[in-house]
């Protein structure tokens, strides 16, 4: 039942992937999203991803560890003049024959876009997220770009972005990507069980806004694990002490969005690409964890990070 058969590689067999629960969008935000009619959602056990189990969380271990492989292995490719049709070729490539993965991006579909094309996202300057590589777009010295990997390994996902600063990046171009990543680790910093989802909105939209910045809201993170896109959504604005309050194993992405400019967005005719509605700069940094009694684990941590 709610499956949808997905055609890969052609090394890969057809492969049956479970759309996401409730008829998906779970990083859009249904009301904020003029497009988008999602289903009602299916009843279903457990109400947020969480892993139940040592076998389970050994999978998302090694899932997040081979997302986060994927950006550790992209970043000398990334130079000017570089299409980001030539990223995906190279990250497909690696996904599939290197490390046995299924690029979840490819022929995903929300329930309202055709399928995505690529087979991970690439979101050059003003695009705030689901960019589609393209071989029209060839990088310049300047450009700021993220790029967004999620990989199945054992039907586990890992989904984890970074952004990369091209050749010499412009001063604006650096805080801004600087500052995002903060975000995304004082969002991180506010994970612990007993916490609440609103302790980590709160803590991203308050260093983004002492920043000058704003926080994108029609595009949040989710939980994830066997499913791509689940429960809970993960608002990277809010309240402190508001909010589901987190678990021991919950599974979730934190993926902050952050704008230069004004925090509104639009999506282009492609259905896909998200931009800012000022055109200004936007950045984004995400990373899969686990709610442990004490913090968080970061199962998509790159070697080169020190996560404070
Ligand atoms: N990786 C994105 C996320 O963080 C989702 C991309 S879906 C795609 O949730 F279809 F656009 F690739
Ligand atoms: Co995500
Ligand atoms: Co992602």
Not at 32 to 44: C, D, F, I, M, T
Not at 200 to 221: D, K, M, N, Y
């Amino acid at each position: 039942m709610n499956l949808e058969i997905r055609p890969e590689t052609a090394k890969r067999p057809l492969e049956a992937v479970p759309l996401p629960p409730g008829g998906a969008l779970y990083t859009i935000i249904p009301s904020k999203l003029e497009h988008a009619v999602p289903a009602p959602r299916r009843s279903r056990i457990p109400m947020v991803a969480r892993v139940q189990s040592e076998d389970e969380i050994a999978r998302m271990r090694t899932a997040g560890r081979l997302a986060a492989s994927v950006l550790e292995m992209i970043g000398e490719h990334v130079v000017p003049g570089v299409t980001t049709d030539r990223l995906d070729e190279i990250c497909h490539a690696y996904i599939v024959d290197e490390i046995g993965c299924i690029p979840a991006p490819l022929n995903y579909t929300n329930g309202v876009a055709p399928p995505f094309p690529k087979s991970i996202c690439t979101s050059v300057n003003h695009v705030v997220c689901h960019g589609i590589p393209s071989a029209r777009k060839v990088l310049k010295s300047g450009d700021i770009l993220n790029i967004d990997v999620t990989v199945i390994k054992d039907g586990y996902h890992g989904d984890t972005s970074k952004m990369f600063l091209v050749g010499e990046p412009g001063v604006l171009a650096e805080r801004l990507s600087r500052v995002t990543q903060e975000c995304l680790y004082l969002g991180i910093g506010a994970v612990r069980a007993g916490a609440r989802l609103g302790d980590i909105g709160h803590a991203i939209q308050t260093h983004a806004e002492s920043q000058g910045f704003s926080v994108v809201r029609e595009f949040c993170g989710h939980g994830i694990g066997r499913t791509f896109h689940d429960e809970p959504q993960v608002l990277h604005y809010g309240k402190p002490d508001s909010g589901m309050v987190l678990e021991e194993g919950m599974t979730f992405t934190i993926e902050p969005m952050i704008n230069a400019g004004k925090r509104h967005v639009k999506i282009l005719p492609d259905q896909w690409t998200v931009v800012t509605k000022d055109h200004k700069l936007s950045a984004q940094w995400e990373h899969t964890i686990m709610v442990t009694g004490t913090g968080a684990e970061v199962l998509t941590r790159r070697t080169e990070e020190t996560l404070p």
